[in-house]
């Protein structure tokens, strides 16, 4: 089956290239009203460190929102606003040297029709800076980890964070004891989204932890107990308003928003494919007669589409029925144990089931953990938990998310804070967000039609360039509306969106 990125090279001409617009000529009504932005500073994770296409790069991380925000501050009385330095990423490939899963930033080869990671080696290292930035996003942070003492020090790893190891003040730091630092009297609160997004892109194999508030028990994939949320964020905004700063909050968004759940359709098999696979129709017919309608013929009428076969965590087992029927069929009977194993919880996917974006490189394709005929992913090898969010993981994922935004606004609200409801925001990019200067803004990831108005990156969780733009605008309006400012409004449009190159070498 073709990857579906082979449709990102259609969509080359929508990104071209360019340097975005900021609204920076002085005017007289500008104002600052009831804020005071002399020194901003922005906590959160990957989303407001400029996390885009997998990874922190050089420039990349200059169309944060936080940058692009303090660019319009600087109009009204705003302060420095200093960012963790990438000056060492020369070439602009991102990652981290020498840390596995810390990759080159994604860019599409237009050469193979789809995203990688850009060639060459990175200059990014954990070299200390030892130094308190305005920007304290760190990437792949939950809430409980701005409070961790030791957060930044590399000899904690694999449990510290490479991001932190790279500025922390000390190595005993806090994220926010460093924030602190920087003495705000303006800040933006951004986190809380890992709580529930690590567990969300791992496909629900972490554990819910609702009930456990012993947050050091957690596993990377686990999500937050709501209690332990609301404390710790309670905690944050105590520290943050402590010398009489202001700020917004910002809502965690659900994950139904985001491409990297919803590009992948769950019937991505066209009936044209699996009508020439013999052993696939044979399989599913023989299914279909054991497992009591989890799993139906495949069709081949052309034009039709099948769903892909998934393992059920929830399920009642059919692993002896299974065995015991295809015991009794020749061609079966040497594989009878295998297929009871492989396919005692399968079933196949319907559109209550979100396939995770790394799945569409997998479909179709050999497993190399089956045994042919039946190791074809998602057609004769079902799907794993990693690659699928079913309902009752959505469920959890929902839940907690429902609760941490109450909490949010809550304290919000306590302590007389504006809110960006980002949540509404983002939720919106399924019917269309429409800006400012009447542009619509989609979700619709892999479509060239709308391509100049796609706001995420490649890796399908975090934002493009011009996506960062358009929440810097929607925090300004509620900067303006709350705190009685007039501070004007980037230029989207202006900003780029992916690195398209002919080749990668």
Not at 71 to 94: M, R
Not at 194 to 210: E, M, P, W
Not at 368 to 386: C, K, R
């Amino acid at each position: 089956m073709k990857n579906k990125f082979i449709y990102l090279v259609l969509i080359a001409a929508g990104f071209a290239s360019c340097e975005p617009e900021f609204e920076n000529e002085v005017n007289a009504n500008y104002s600052s009203g009831d804020a005071d932005f002399s020194s901003y500073v922005a906590i959160g994770n990957s989303l407001t460190a400029g996390y885009m296409d997998r990874t922190v790069s050089r420039v990349g991380q200059s169309y944060s929102f936080p940058n692009n925000l303090s660019k319009q501050f600087a109009l009204v009385g705003g302060g420095e606003f200093t960012q963790p330095s990438f000056a060492e990423d020369i070439n602009n490939l991102g990652g981290i040297f020498g840390i596995p899963d810390f990759s080159n930033r994604l860019i599409i080869n237009a050469s193979v029709g789809g995203p990688q990671p850009i060639a060459g080696t990175s200059t990014v290292t954990l070299t200390p800076q030892a130094t308190a930035y305005n920007n304290m996003g760190v990437p792949g942070a939950k809430s409980f980890h701005l409070l961790a003492p030791g957060y930044g020090n590399v000899a904690n790893l694999p449990n510290a964070n490479p991001y932190f190891i790279r500025h922390a003040t000390s190595t005993t730091a806090t994220v926010l004891g460093d924030a602190m630092l920087k003495s705000p009297t303006f800040f933006t609160n951004w986190i809380g989204g890992n709580d529930i997004l690590s567990y969300a892109t791992s496909g629900g194999v972490g554990v819910n932890q609702t009930g456990n508030i012993n947050f050091a028990s957690y596993g990377i994939n686990d999500i937050t107990d709501p209690g332990v949320f609301a404390s710790v964020y309670s905690t944050i905004i105590t520290t943050l308003t402590s010398g009489g700063a202001k700020g917004v909050v910002a809502t965690i968004p659900s994950v139904t928003s985001i491409p990297y759940f919803t590009t992948v359709p769950y019937n991505a098999l066209p009936a044209e494919a699996t009508a020439t696979n013999i052993n696939a129709l044979q399989l599913y017919g023989f299914l279909a007669q054991v497992t009591g309608g989890r799993i139906s013929p495949l069709s081949t009428v052309p034009g039709t589409r099948n769903p892909v076969l998934i393992t059920d965590e929830t399920l009642t087992s059919l692993s002896s029925q299974i065995t015991g029927a295809a015991a009794g069929v020749p061609s079966l009977a040497p594989f009878a144990s295998a297929l009871g194993q492989l396919y005692g919880k399968a079933r196949q996917a319907t559109s209550n089931d979100l396939i995770l974006l790394p799945a569409s490189g997998k479909i179709g394709n050999p497993n190399s953990m089956g045994i042919a005929p039946f190791n074809v992913n998602g057609v004769t090898f079902p799907l794993q938990d990693e690659d699928v969010l079913i309902p009752f993981e959505k469920s959890a994922i929902a839940t907690a998310t429902f609760a941490y935004n109450a909490s949010i606004t809550s304290i919000a609200a306590s302590n007389g804070l504006a809110v960006a409801n980002m949540n509404a925001i983002l939720g919106q990019l399924v019917s269309g967000l429409k800006v400012e200067d009447g542009t619509i803004y989609t979700a619709n990831y892999f479509s060239s039609a709308t391509a100049s108005t796609v706001l995420f990156s490649l890796d399908g969780v975090h934002p493009n360039a011009r996506g960062y733009a358009v929440i810097t605008n929607e925090i300004i309006k509620v900067i303006n509306s709350y705190y009685n400012a007039n501070i004007p409004f980037v230029s989207a449009a202006g900003f780029p969106g992916a690195t398209i190159l002919t080749s990668n070498n």
